[in-house]
């Protein structure tokens, strides 16, 4: 089955870390530009990061800028997050886009004191 599975979300308090996987099942991620999106209760879903499949290209909203990271190894795109914030609290989601897209299933990442 082709899906991406993503994990590494928890409760953290702020100041915290964690780091977030999106790991593609069943196809390859070469070709692929990889995402991560965020959705905070009765907000909009908001792209965070992006990264080309080459890892050449990397994209970050204003809000993240200095403080997540985007890499990928293998068939798994990471995102790094430090100094996290009450304001990070959201689902993050991983999408995949090439040929076709996908998304994950979404991990909760809480920032908490």
């Known amino acids: 089955q082709m899906q991406l599975v993503e994990s590494g979300g928890a409760t953290v308090h702020p100041g915290g870390s964690l780091r977030l996987s999106c790991a593609a099942s069943g196809f390859s991620l070469d070709h692929y530009a990889v995402s991560w999106f965020r959705q905070a209760p009765g907000k909009a879903r908001e792209a965070v990061s992006c990264?080309?499949?080459?890892?050449?290209s990397t994209y970050y909203s204003d809000s993240v800028k200095g403080r997540f990271t985007i890499s990928v190894d293998k068939n798994t795109v990471y995102l790094q997050m430090d100094s996290l914030k009450p304001e990070d609290t959201a689902v993050y989601y991983c999408?995949?886009?090439?040929?076709?897209?996908?998304w994950g299933q979404g991990t909760q990442v809480t920032i908490s004191s």
């Open positions: 999408n995949a886009v090439g040929s076709t897209y996908y």
């Open positions: 990264i080309t499949f080459d890892g050449d």
